[in-house]
């Protein structure tokens, strides 16, 4: 296995665009000792019962395009190998991170609802009983269909949508929505359980609002 040393400096050669065929060699070990990590945690995941989707590893062009968006080492990237789950509601995704810290002791929890990153909403954890890290996204219906309709906005309007940037009209459009879902979850979490009906009326609007837009804009492709 590589060492740390070894990998940082291929990722510089990396993010420069300077790969050797014994650089590419040695990235695809890299990226395999991710998705060995990635597939040891899916499948604890799904033996505690969670429907598990996920990327056993990030392709080589997302590597560069993080390394050189944050400036940062590949020792650093933690999310390599990732996976996903979604539940149903914000009661449920509280319950199921209380799960996760359970079966991964010692995991880091990343809390993006108390700080979204550009309006993206989730709680993230970073395994740490794996060669490599890998990180498990703990979404919301509501927070999943916000990530599924930035990441349209941004395969039709640019990347730079998902981080901050973009017209002032899709930053309000997206900015909008995940307040929305804050609020709509807030209540579920803390509000006053006789708003149920309502709350649950709430949470369809913008469920299919944000599906119906998705959808125009594959039509759109």
């Known amino acids: 296995m590589l060492s740390k040393s070894q990998v940082d400096r291929l990722g510089e050669r990396l993010k420069q665009g300077t790969l050797s065929e014994d650089d590419l060699r040695l990235l695809d070990d890299y990226r395999r000792t991710a998705s060995t990590a990635y597939d040891s945690v899916s499948e604890r995941l799904r033996h505690f019962g969670f429907q598990v989707t996920g990327r056993p590893a990030k392709a080589t062009q ?14 650093q990237i933690q999310d390599i190998a990732g996976c996903r789950i979604v539940v149903g509601d914000a009661r449920d995704q509280e319950m199921a991170a209380a799960r996760i810290e359970q079966i991964f002791p010692g995991c880091r929890k990343h809390d993006r609802r108390v700080a979204p990153s550009f309006g993206y909403r989730a709680i993230h954890f ?3 009983d794996q060669p490599l890290p890998v990180e498990i996204q703990l979404r919301t219906a509501l927070q999943h269909q916000w990530a599924e309709f930035s990441e349209k906005l941004s395969d039709r309007y640019g990347l730079e949508v998902k981080y901050g940037g973009g017209s002032e009209s899709l930053k309000e459009r997206l900015m909008g929505a995940s307040i929305l879902v804050a609020q709509i979850e807030a209540v579920e979490l803390y509000g006053d359980r006789s708003l149920v009906e309502q709350l649950r009326a709430m949470r369809n609007d913008l469920l299919n ?12 492709q």
Do not use: N, Y
Not at 62 to 75: F, G, M, P, V, Y
Not at 209 to 220: I, W
């Open 62 to 75: 997302s590597i560069r395009a993080k390394l050189r968006r944050e400036h940062c080492r590949l020792t």
């Open 126 to 128: 970073v395994t740490a």
């Open 209 to 220: 609002g944000l599906r119906t837009a998705a959808a125009e804009l594959d039509k759109e």
